[in-house]
């Protein structure tokens, strides 16, 4: 066939940027399969805190938060026996039977960024005071895990950094010390530049440059030889840029480990993995495109995405939901890049129809209560192939990924970024086979 010009063609489209499109690209292009990545902006990726949780362990005491911690691996097992409507339930006991390999293959793809899945998940603190369970992390949190610290943690604020507030994170803390926790004190150090009002991307630049790393973790020799302290948790700004190595030189010149928290909203960690996913992408040569894919046709048709044409035989949604833009809300739910039709789910019934209700009718008082509305989304095969409202597939060759797949939401079931990896990996693997 002559080419055309103007005309990127390659075996996989994938829509959409965040970790599932990200690992939907990266595990497609890793088979062999040439890849081009769409997307319009960063998504809810870029939002999040630093861990990658993979599943809520129901057999957890909450009176024993650092004991009876299960696998991730296991934990998904038993999400996926409890909500059938689960996307680790939708891929089937084979699919979910790779949620170890596709955890180990993201952390060897975001190497420099994350630290490799240990066979139980770490416990990180959150700027909160709170343990939360992780099956990744990254590096700059890992001496932080709670299970690991040998001697007492001193968690330390900057002064004039009104977003931690040490000796809050460390009261919180202190309520699992008598669990098997680390015993806990606070302090607070002057940062080594003029501006410690900065906003939380500021800090991290500002610590980046020679010296300034250094300066701060000799800053932090004085609490942490008062205290006796055998690590240090620092508030999550330790620098954007991974190759920059803020927290290993603060840990340097401390003397101690060092770790930062899990980050709120606005979340260094999160804009770092966004880099992270983007500079992997350029690396492995996957082509992209900046721009809006719109009512697009279907896969093997041409699509115009941001003045770019593209054609591939096999596409991959993993446009997010609600904030990456994959779900909107227009009175109802749809799915603006290919209309695909949207379901929701609320007690035992399920479907098309609860989806085209007005989206303010599927939320539910009680806060603590499930959302419809939030897991609101694409239903899929065992193939992550989406299905319309008689569970057919929609087109043999059209896949979905992460949370544009309704089922889960990262608020109650802290299932987000493991759901991205493992349908983002799966789905990648697949398009490559098709496109062979
Ligand atoms: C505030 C916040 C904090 C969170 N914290 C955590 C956490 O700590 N741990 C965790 O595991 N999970 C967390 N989650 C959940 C987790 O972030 C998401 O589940 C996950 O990032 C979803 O990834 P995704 O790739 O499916 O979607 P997204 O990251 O949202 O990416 C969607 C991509 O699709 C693109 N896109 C959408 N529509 C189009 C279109 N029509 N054309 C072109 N491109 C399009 C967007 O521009 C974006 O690039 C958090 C979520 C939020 C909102």
Do not use: K
Not at 74 to 92: F, I, K, N
Not at 358 to 379: F, H, I, K, Y
Not at 416 to 431: E, K, P, Q, S, Y
């Amino acid at each position: 066939m002559t080419p055309t010009p103007g005309l990127l063609e390659v075996d996989v489209l994938v829509i959409g940027a965040g970790m599932a499109g990200a690992m939907a690209a990266l595990a497609a292009r890793d088979a062999g399969a040439t890849v081009a990545v769409a997307s319009r902006a960063p998504g809810a990726t870029a939002l999040s805190s630093g861990a990658v949780g993979v599943a809520p362990d129901p057999t957890a005491s909450p009176d024993e938060p650092l004991a009876w911690l299960r696998a991730p691996v296991e934990a998904a097992r038993r999400l996926a026996a409890r909500r059938p409507d689960h996307p680790y339930a939708a891929v089937g006991v084979a699919g979910l039977w790779r949620l170890g390999e596709a955890l180990r293959f993201a952390a060897r793809q975001l190497e420099p960024l994350l630290a490799p899945p240990l066979e139980r998940p770490r416990l990180l603190a959150t700027p909160a005071g709170n343990a939360v369970r992780a099956a990744l992390c990254q590096r700059s949190m890992d001496a932080g895990d709670l299970l690991a610290v040998r001697g007492p943690l001193l968690v330390c604020g900057f002064a004039g950094h009104l977003a931690f507030d040490a000796a809050l994170v460390a009261a919180g803390l202190a309520r699992y010390t008598p669990r098997g926790g680390p015993e806990v004190g606070d302090a607070e150090v002057a940062l080594p530049f003029d501006d410690p009002a900065a906003r939380p991307h500021e800090l991290a630049r500002a610590l980046e440059p020679p010296g300034a790393a250094e300066r701060l973790g000799e800053a932090l020799r004085i609490p942490a030889g008062a205290l006796g302290a055998g690590a240090i948790l620092l508030p999550p700004v330790l620098g954007l840029d991974p190759a920059a190595r803020v927290p290993e030189r603060i840990a340097a010149a401390a003397g101690m480990p060092v770790a930062e928290t899990l980050s709120d909203v606005p979340s260094v960690p999160g804009l770092r993995l966004h880099a992270a996913l983007e500079a992997r992408l350029r690396v492995a040569g996957v082509a992209r495109v900046t721009g809006e894919a719109a009512g697009a046709p279907a896969p093997g048709r041409a699509v115009e995405i941001g003045g770019t044409v593209v054609r591939a035989e096999t596409w991959i949604l993993a446009s997010g939901r609600f904030v990456g833009g994959g779900i909107a809300r227009r009175g109802a739910l749809v799915e603006p890049a290919l209309g695909l039709p949207v379901q929701a789910a609320e007690g035992r019934e399920a479907g098309v129809h609860l989806a085209r209700r007005p989206a303010a009718s599927l939320t539910v008082r009680d806060r603590r209560a499930p959302q419809p509305l939030l897991s609101a989304g694409l239903r899929v095969d065992a193939a992550l192939r989406p299905v319309d409202d008689r569970g057919r597939p929609v087109h043999p060759r059209l896949l979905a990924a992460g949370a544009v797949i309704g089922g889960h939401e990262q608020a109650t079931d802290g299932s987000g970024l493991g759901v991205a990896i493992l349908t983002g990996f799966l789905a990648g693997r697949a398009a490559a086979r098709r496109g062979a």
